[in-house]
């Protein structure tokens, strides 16, 4: 026994100033500096024979909501992809919200057309996915935080044969949990005019890159 250090030292890397990356608060963006409020959901979206989607739980930020969605298949109930090209659509859920205003965000198919009538008011982005097989989880960033008494999560997953479902989550309860957030210190500074840091800073204004919509009004009919 010696009182060596187990692990050897880290190697002391090369100093590139160009690589050094600064600490921004994107104001769309989940805050760095906020630890959210938990909230056990457990709310079932859609369960059938083979496949159970669940809200599992919410993060609740005065800035927004994480919401978290679990998917589990039955062993044996998992398909066969038909084709590449279909990987994309087949493998997941599309998930979508529906905001009290009756607003709508959520996945749309890659390189979809895009109304010049929509308003980047609202934002839903995937932030988090992991999993394979027969269990899978995402999570998604709402911003800013929705108005009204309700938020609706919508799911539909035809692949194995999870028909447009919904469920509703109560906006007054993550409204209380979010007041709890934990400020951990000062933020960093916001993004200043003329300072560029690349598509993602800029990609929830759009949704494009998660296949999420901005939001747009539909009338329902009466």
């Given at each position: ?21 600064r ?5 769309w963006?989940?805050p760095?500096h ?51 090209e ?16 009756g ?54 997953w ?43 800073a ?16 539909v009338?329902?009919?009466?």
């Amino acid at each position: 026994m010696t009182d060596a250090p187990f692990f050897d030292p880290w190697p002391v890397p090369e100093l590139d100033e160009d690589s050094q990356q600064r600490d921004i608060d994107l104001p769309w963006m989940r805050p760095v500096h906020v630890a959210g409020v938990v909230v056990p959901v457990a709310a079932d979206v859609h369960r059938g024979d083979d496949v159970v989607v669940q809200v599992t739980h919410v993060v609740a930020y005065q800035r927004g909501l994480e919401l978290h969605v679990g998917t589990w298949l039955r062993p044996g109930a998992r398909r066969d992809l038909s084709s590449a090209e279909d990987i994309w659509r087949e493998q997941e859920p599309r998930i979508g919200v529906r905001l009290a205003d009756g607003s709508r965000l959520g996945h749309r198919p890659p390189h979809a057309a895009t109304s010049p009538e929509l308003e980047a008011r609202s934002s839903f982005t995937q932030s988090s996915g992991d999993g394979g097989g027969l269990r899978c989880s995402s999570s998604w960033w709402l911003h800013p935080f929705p108005a009204g008494d309700e938020l609706r999560v919508v799911v539909e997953w035809e692949h194995p044969g999870v028909p447009e479902s919904s469920v509703a989550l109560d906006l007054g309860a993550l409204r209380a949990a979010a007041a709890g957030e934990e400020v951990l210190w000062d933020p960093p500074p916001p993004l200043g005019e003329g300072d560029s840091f690349g598509w993602f800073a800029y990609a929830p204004m759009s949704g494009d890159s998660y296949q999420s919509s901005r939001a747009f009004h539909v009338d329902e009919p009466d």
